[in-house]
Nanobody, 116 residues
């Protein structure tokens, strides 16, 4: 499975950005898609996830501001980010967890910079 991300960039605080990630390859129907982020000098943390059953989870820090969604027909996952804060600055990674094989796949990362 290969993951290709798009979106990201630089924005001022209070602005919005949208991230997209499309998966290709052999994809098991039961899976979980997620977005993680890694700020400079920090560990990679879960931002949001959405299961193939529609279950959604958000990190407390982004609740009410970020929205994750998926399009199974396109094997895609999206992250809509609003009311961005400087502390949202990080490299954002798309993640695909395949429950059939148990394998975890990662995108190359896309940078998001929020200036105050």
């Amino acid at each position: 499975v290969q993951l290709v991300e798009s979106g990201g960039g630089a924005v001022q605080a209070g602005g919005s950005l949208n991230l997209s990630c499309v998966a290709s390859g052999s994809i098991f129907s039961i899976n979980r898609k997620a977005w993680y982020r890694r700020a400079a000098g920090q560990q990679r943390d879960l931002v949001a996830s959405v299961g193939s059953d529609g279950t959604i989870n958000y990190a407390d820090s982004v609740k009410g501001r970020f929205t994750i969604s998926r399009d199974n027909a396109k094997n895609a996952v999206y992250l809509q980010m609003k009311s961005l804060k400087p502390e949202d600055t990080a490299v954002y990674y798309c993640n695909h967890l395949d429950y059939g094989s148990g394998r975890n796949y990662w995108g190359q990362g896309t940078e998001v910079t929020v200036s105050s």
